[in-house]
């Protein structure tokens, strides 16, 4: 069993839609990170997490420090979003991350 | 401006032949990473520098190679690329220890024939 689980693997959602993916994780951390990915890019840090609720634009991000767990919401989708997701934690003692599988959104318009 | 430059965005090199690839930052971040990402994969951490000190992963293989000359810039030579090794090359930066964001280069992609 992966440290750090992610879902659903795979989403698509029709423009609009309210997205949400989840992410648990059975380590102790010190904080849990939000990246995206599109399609042959690199990687762009989202949010960086150690407890409540963080928004930015379109994009919530929030933990749940007790239950180890974290979600991440888009409102009103759009194709521009379609990117994978990863969530990743940083470990208590460790500065390297730990990263879920994650999650592929396909937005369609 | 970007953070973490990598080069060359792409690269083809031949099965055996000698390949590095370079990463430069901006920031002055104390780590740098080395990640190897495969299709459909989660990154997969090769190395990485806390300032000159250097930390392999115990997977990695020999063929993986780094270098940190000073701290803006930091190699990854692969000895002899096998075609197993094709994959998105990562390059991260970390200001400190502890829960810092890691940012990312824009990756080099190598292909190997």
């Known amino acids: 069993k992966n440290e750090v689980e992610q879902s659903p693997q795979n989403l698509t959602a029709q423009e609009g839609e309210f997205i949400t993916i989840n992410c648990s994780y059975s380590?102790?951390?010190?904080?849990l990170h939000w990246l995206q990915q599109h399609p042959g890019g690199g990687i762009v840090s989202l949010f960086m997490l150690s407890s409540g609720k963080k928004k930015h634009g379109r994009l919530i991000a929030t933990i749940n420090i007790q239950e180890k767990h974290s979600s991440l919401h888009i409102t009103a989708s759009h194709p521009r979003d379609s990117a994978v997701y990863i969530c990743a934690a940083s470990a208590s003692g460790t500065y390297k991350y730990i990263f879920g599988t994650g999650t592929r959104l396909k937005v369609l318009a | 401006d970007a953070m973490v430059i990598q080069n060359p965005r792409y690269q083809v090199t031949q099965f055996g032949k000698p390949v590095t690839l370079s990463c430069s930052q901006t920031l002055n971040h104390n780590v740098m990473y080395w990640y190897q990402q495969k299709s459909s994969q989660a990154p997969k951490l090769l190395f990485h520098y806390y300032d000159k000190d250097f930390n392999n992963e115990a997977d990695t293989p020999d063929n993986f190679q780094s270098r940190r000359p000073n701290t803006s810039f930091c190699f990854l030579d692969i000895r002899s690329p096998g075609l197993g090794d094709a994959a998105m090359y990562l390059c991260a930066i970390q200001r400190t220890s502890g829960a810092d964001t890691q940012y990312f280069g824009p990756g080099t992609r190598l292909t190997v024939l």
């Open positions: 380590v102790g951390i010190s904080a």
